[in-house]
Structure formats: C-alpha cells, structure tokens
DNA sequence: CAGTGGTCTAGACCACAAC
DNA sequence: TTGTGGTCTAGACCACTGA
C-alpha cells in the first residue's frame, strides 16, 4: 500500500464509520497533509481516489464534502410497450418526459457493441439521432437517448433522417412501411459516463449511468434500429416483478 | 477548459476516431510532454481522466494501452426462479456458478438504501451474510452476493445467522418455519465498485458494478431478507423479453 | 536490466464562492 | 475579502516487467 492509498483507506473508514457524516467536510487539504506528514499532493491524490468512488466532492472555499446519496427512484420497465399521442414509451415514469431540444440527426460509425446488434460491421456508416429528454417545466433533463438505424432502412424510409418523424416517431414510420409489428428485446448494463454525458445529466465525479439498450425487429427478425438509453445511475434503478414459479430444475 | 482537460480531450478524440486502436499504446509520457510542451503531472492528470473513464489501462513497461471492451454476455432475469439441489437460482446464467469461499456471516449496520427496503432504521444493527460467487473450474470470481437479515428474522430462525444453512439456504428455511411463499421483488442500478469489490472481481478502473438488490417477503408483506448481487457491469449485462401490447393511454 | 509508469515533494500561482 | 480547492512545474527516486 502506498501512501495516498493508506491515506484514502483512512478516510473512507471514517466516512463509513460515520465520523464525518454526510453534508459534512472532511479535514482541509492542509489538516490532512499535517496529520500524515506528507505533501500536498499525496493528500489531493487520496481524495481524487475517494472522488473516483463518489463518496466525496470537492467543494469549493467550503472543504471536501460527503456526498449524501438520495435513495434511487424506481424505472418499471413493465414489458407493456405504452403508446400516447406524442410516441412509445417503455415505462410510466419517463412518460412525462419531454424532449428538451430538437432532436439532432447525423451519420457517423456505429459503436462496436450497437454493430453486432443491428447485423452491421464495426465501423460502419449509420444515422444517428439523439435526444435529450427532461422534465419540461424544470427543463431538467432526465436521459440521453440515441437511436442508431443501419443507412438501407433509412434509404428506404427517409423520413426517419429527418429530426421531425411525425406523430409516434419512427416506429409509427416502420410501421406504416409494412415493417410492423415491430417486435423489441432490452437489456440493461452501465458504464462511465462520456464528458458530454457527465455535462448535460450534471454528473458528479464518480457516478456511472445505466444504459438500456433495446433492438427494435421486423417480425421476420430484420434489425431496425438500436436505442441506447442513459440515465443517472445513482438516481434511478430499474424494477420488475418476479414470477414464482419454482421448477425442479431448469 | 484546463490544460489537462484540453489533453484529455484530444487523446479521447484520437481514441475513438481510431488513430490509437484497441490494443495498442498511446505515446509515452514523455512523447506527450514534448508534443504539448507541459510538465509531466499535466499529462499524468490527464491520462488519469481517460482510465476514470474506463478508455484505457496504463500497463508497466509497456505503455497506456487503449482498453478493448469486450461484448457484453447477457444474464436473462426470466421472472422465473430455478430451485436446483443447491438452492435458488434467478437465471440461468449464474446456476453454473459456486460458492468459492464459505460464506462469511457479520453483523453491522445496515448501507443506507438497504434500511429502507428491510423496514428498519438507518444504521440499525443487522446480519450480514457475504458470499463470493465464481467458476468452479478457474475460480474467477463472477458475482458478490451481500444478505442483509434483520435481527428478529435470525432471532426466530437461528440457523440463519450460520455459515452453512443447508440444502435450499435461507429461503427453503424461511418457508420451512411458515414465512412462505415467499415472493421476491428487483431492481438493477449501478454504482462505482468499493476497492475491495474492485480487488475481488479484478475490476479494472472506470468500470462500474451492476447492482441487482431484490427484496425477499413473506405473503403478509413482511420483509424477510435483503440480496444486493453485483457483476462486473462491462462484462455482463441484464437482458428480458418486451411484451407488445400497446395501449391507447397508461 | 532498461525503460516504462508510479509515487512523492516543495513551491508557485490561480479561481471561485461564501462571508 | 479571503480561504478553500485547482492547476502546473521541476525534479527525484522507486518498482515492476517485458524485451
């Protein structure tokens, strides 16, 4: 163990423990360099390690202070898809959701794991389209959402290049196409946020986000689109039942 | 925009665009000194943002190395809980998997956000029980598995608060003393992992664990038990159906 | 065993926000 | 106004590991 690191350990064990609970400081960066003897440096590396956890966050002209993590709000996915006069929706909570710009619509490589999903080679050339979804009175925005469509649907359906899609979006478009009923599998993973994403959701250091991604199929299984969706992971978590229906073995 | 930000910033962008691919290094610390005429702290800084970000991995005498992220393999939550000889499984994926420690068995206060789900007060008192999860053949541990059991529950059934509570484990002996059917309730978020989660799962920095806390209850509604499993969240990901079945209005 | 990243220091100046 | 954390430098030595 190296300095800094048995400095964190320290501190994170207070923390814990409850001796410098949350809202509070913990001792100024000089306090910690005199109590340990060292410089200031190994004092600013420990906290960026306890910053990293998002246990703490530097605030500063106050000190360094412990985070207060708020109790996660729960997301049903219900496995009922919900269709209003303004689109889809996968759940209730994000319903009330609004776009908080236009949506933006450009071509560019699809990520290495979307490839795979929408049957395209890494790399290739896609249309993108983001959106940026918050409450709309607070214009607080809530998730980042990123539709990814291989270029022969969108050649086919131009519409969907446009970053007005009409009524239902894009999926009410396929639909319409003779694509329908389209047909949608999720799965949910997390991961760092990019520095944009960390920007616009207002992510403190330390702060993964979940990301739900959901391929939309032709019912003859064609790959139509990917949406990958990110929320603040320590806002919000992702709830379902559990049917009991106990086998002997699976 | 800093100095460091500015470096990071270019380095991202020279990573993603594929000038440095998976796999291989980006200039030496010192190259990058000369090319951006800074010290070397600056770029250490720097590099130290893109491994929060999980992009790449500084390896010894051999250079920062840009990270491949491998596919996620997905863990499907069937809404359906296996009961084999070893007791309850809720996917398929992780009935491969042992115990590769006997399980440790604590008591302490309870994390902030469990307290709410077990119906006890923040801070309370209650029985920890701590299971490491793996493969059998390589031991690599694949999961952590964290019970959280409130006092009067281990009061009324001892044989919880021991190492080895026999064939079905806790559930089987809840409903063996009249506690079931038990129904269970999930929910998955994330959060950056603990060091010693990190050690444990050889967490590389930058990836967060995914979190899937499910709540276990008696048919009165009384809260039972409290499991917070968590998975590498860059290697795994939580997968289920959608069922489509649209409605005019939630 | 040489070269990479890792740790640590002392010192300087800056920038922001609470008072 | 001022005290806090933020940035940056120059320099020294260490430790691991792959060629």
Redesign the interface.
């Known amino acids: 163990m190296t300095l800094w690191q048995d400095i964190a ?1 320290t501190l ?1 064990e207070e923390i814990v423990r ?1 001796v410098y609970p949350p809202d509070s400081t913990i001792p100024k960066e000089t306090a910690l360099m005199a109590r340990h003897r060292v410089g200031r ?1 190994t004092i600013r590396r420990a906290i ?1 390690q306890l910053v ?3 246990l703490v966050e530097p605030v500063r002209r106050r000190g360094t202070v412990v985070r207060n ?1 708020p ?2 709000r ?1 997301i049903t ?1 219900s ?6 006069e303004i689109g889809y ?2 759940d ?1 909570t994000a ?1 009330g959701w609004r776009p908080l710009q236009t949506p933006t619509v450009s071509r560019g490589p699809v990520p ?2 979307v490839a ?1 999903l929408l049957g395209v080679e890494p ?1 290739a050339e896609v249309t993108i389209r983001d959106r940026v979804m918050g409450d709309p009175d607070t214009r607080q925005v809530k998730q980042l959402a990123t539709s990814y469509i291989p270029v022969e649907i969108v050649t086919q359906f131009p519409i969907l290049g446009q970053a007005n899609t009409g009524p239902g979006g894009i999926y009410d478009r396929l639909e319409e196409g003779g694509q329908g ?12 946020p ?2 944009t994403e960390a920007r616009l959701m207002r992510l403190p ?6 990301r739900i ?2 391929l939309a199929t032709s019912p003859s299984g064609r790959p139509l689109e990917v949406n990958e969706t990110r929320l603040n ?2 806002e ?15």
Request: hydrophobic letters at 40%; glycine letters at 8%; zero cysteines.
């Open positions: 350990t994170r409850g440096e960026a990293a956890e998002g993590r109790a996660r729960r996915r496995r009922q898809v919900y269709r209003d929706f996968f209730h319903q290495y794991d795979s790399g009923p389209i047909e949608w599998r999720e799965a949910i993973s997390a991961r760092m990019t520095p250091a330390g702060v993964p986000v979940l991604v959901r992971a320590e919000w978590e992702v709830g379902y039942p559990i049917a009991r229906e106990v086998s002997a073995q699976a």
